[in-house]
């Protein structure tokens, strides 16, 4: 074997190595959608996050804007307080909604951001206010079924019911 | 500088308490060829490599150069061995590199000459054991006579002092053995080295030796110019030098009594 | 009688446990000398880099073949497999994520590190071992060449950084056999196939984990093919001896150790 033969044949299996990697960090892993640019920090208080994780994403209209940095828990309010990375491109409002969401019915959590009207917009350090919880499925099952125990006896009454998302969601 | 350029002194060598040497004394002069003989098992091989310092004595030591080789660190050892060159049993040529780059070996690795000039030290080695065509083949390719010439061309690579040779003769037919023979006598003498020679092959060594050590029972049994050995009354010089079947060295490894045993045997099947 | 014979069998078989105990124990002490000496000795084979270079050829060039193919039908097995289970629960698209995190996490490095140890492993280990047989070792030392330096070093860090290298082809190529069944073949959208993937591979958790992991079984891998060779019985029926023991260990490790990376992994 020729010594120039060989030194070609090692970069070759050096090169498609490198390029195996790199289709498994662009193509296959998250590191292109994990990339966003510099951004400001809002935190958010929720009675209660679900299976919210840190490095979760926060969508607004479905597109990812920012990722969840970390959760702790407030031991003076009894609050989860949620800080959140938000992309330096897009301003919200103070008024914005953050609710925790489901991806489809057992997929992973992620906040979703749905603006409000206000003039001012959020600046890095700020708190959003309006926070929806994520929805524990146990406790709307057992509101589900304690509904429809009420509804059998008070069948007189059926209209007042109130529908199930209403019911559990504890608007602030 | 003393006149001898290694030096046994009363050295002991043994594994796990079975003494393969017990106190022996060898002086190699410079330029001159010497020859250990010995029966197979007696030791010989384990002299180089006490020599070379890949062993440690158990007792006594040996001096190159006059520097005791045990007690050289790896760096000593190392600059001891540049000084020598061996020439091993079936060669050891490296199997992965072509004959030309054997001999280049030492030269790459322990110089820093320039490739030009190790194409031409390398040819020249190799036209010295007269292989200077065969530069291109890989080891596998070679006659066991070419690969020790190439081995040897390896050994001298480097212009050592001391050249060993471990069981050079063993397994040539005649006519390789006649080359590597004429070829150890002029190569000592042509690059003023130091030749050791360790044997079992009477009328080659005889024929280039200046001075012989027989080794048996890890004792130095005789010394002597080929000549004076060859005349020895010494019971076992005789047996050895001759070829005797039985004498000192007995046909028998030793055992219990042949009648009492195949009787024994016999008893033994029957219970 | 028959008593004092049963213990006499029961002495003699805890007597040959204790010695095989102590063997493995001095096995295993030799094994990590040499390969501290390889990294003491390191230096040469990166100032000479064509000695490393000739030996990536060896172990790494010349797996590459029985990598892809390994890889290829591993991914095309996965992705079968998956979506035979999938489509009960009507989320085939998830096909994608779980051939990729399959293969990232465990099938990559586990399987690319057993497949080089018999054929890279096996290789070096019989070289050695016959280099140490004719004497090219002996011959070696006494040129003044340290055999650790010249001979385990260069190999030594070729197979450590072939092994990701390898890997990673591996994880690849069997993405994209189960990239193969999975969308021409069975059906499964192709925008889902990669979005899917994309949403639950995560870099750092997956991907540099897996290459942790080859980097690991690199070193493992290639230092007990390493130390059979040197260890051998300078004989035909040792160097074979010692190349079977080099896939054996090499395998056993590699699965015994995956475990315990693993759970770090998981917990960290």
Known sequence: MDRTTLDLWVGIFVAIGVAALFGLAMKVGNLTSSKIGPTYTVTAAFDNVGSLKPHAPIKSAGVVVGRVDNIVFNSETYEAIVTLNIDERYAFPVDTFANIYTAGLLGEQYIGLEAGGDEVVLKNGDKIDKTQDAIVLEKMISQFLFNKASETEAKADVKAAPPVGVELDSLK | MTSNIVEIDNLSFGYKGRLLHKGINMVFPRGKVVAIMGGSGSGKTTLLRLIGGQIKPSHGEVRVDGDVVHKQDREGIYTLRRKMGMLFQHGALFTDLSVFDNVAFPMRELTDLPEAMIRDLVLMKLNAVGLRGAHQFMPTELSGGMARRVALARAIALDPAIIMYDEPFAGLDPISMGVICALIRSLNDALGATSIIVSHDVKETFLIADYVYFVANGEVAAEGTPEDLMQSKLPFVHQFVHGDKDGPVPFHYPAGDYRSELLQASSGQKG | ?268
């Not at chain 3, 880099?49 to 097995?77: K, N």
């Not at chain 3, 489509?87 to 994520?97: C, F, L, P, R």
Request: charged share 15%.
């Open chain 3, 1 to 268: 009688m028959m008593k004092s014979k049963l213990m006499l069998s029961m002495l003699h078989h805890l007597r040959g446990m204790g010695h095989r105990m102590i063997e493995r124990t001095w096995r295993l002490g030799a094994g990590a000398r040499l390969f501290f000496l390889a990294i003491v000795y390191s230096g040469e084979s990166f100032k000479r880099f064509h000695l490393t270079l000739r030996e990536i050829y060896f172990t790494g060039v010349m797996s590459l073949l029985i990598i892809i193919v390994s890889a290829f039908f591993v991914g095309m097995v996965l992705a079968l497999q998956g979506y035979n289970t999938l489509q009960k629960y009507g989320s085939s698209e998830a096909i994608g994520v779980l051939v990729a995190l399959a293969l990232v996490r465990e099938l990559g490095p586990v399987v690319t590190a057993l497949l080089f140890a018999g054929r890279a492993g096996t290789a070096i280990t019989a070289e050695i071992g016959l280099m140490k047989t004719t004497e090219q070792l002996s011959a070696m030392e006494m040129m003044a060449v340290n055999p650790i330096a010249r001979v385990v070093a260069p190999r030594f860090w070729a197979g450590v950084i072939s092994m990701p290298i390898l890997a990673s082809i591996f994880s690849m190529v069997g993405i994209l056999g189960g990239y193969l069944v999975a969308v021409p073949l069975i059906g499964v959208d192709d925008g889902a196939f990669w979005s899917q993937m994309q949403a639950n591979v995560d870099f750092s958790a997956d991907i540099v984990n897996g290459v942790i992991k080859s980097l690991v079984f690199g070193v493992v891998c290639t230092m007990i093919a390493l130390f059979e060779g040197f260890d051998a019985p300078p004989t035909a029926e040792g160097v074979s001896r010692a190349t079977t023991r080099t896939v054996v260990i090499s395998s056993l490790t590699v699965l015994g150790l995956d475990f315990i990376l693993t759970s770090f992994m998981l917990v960290v």
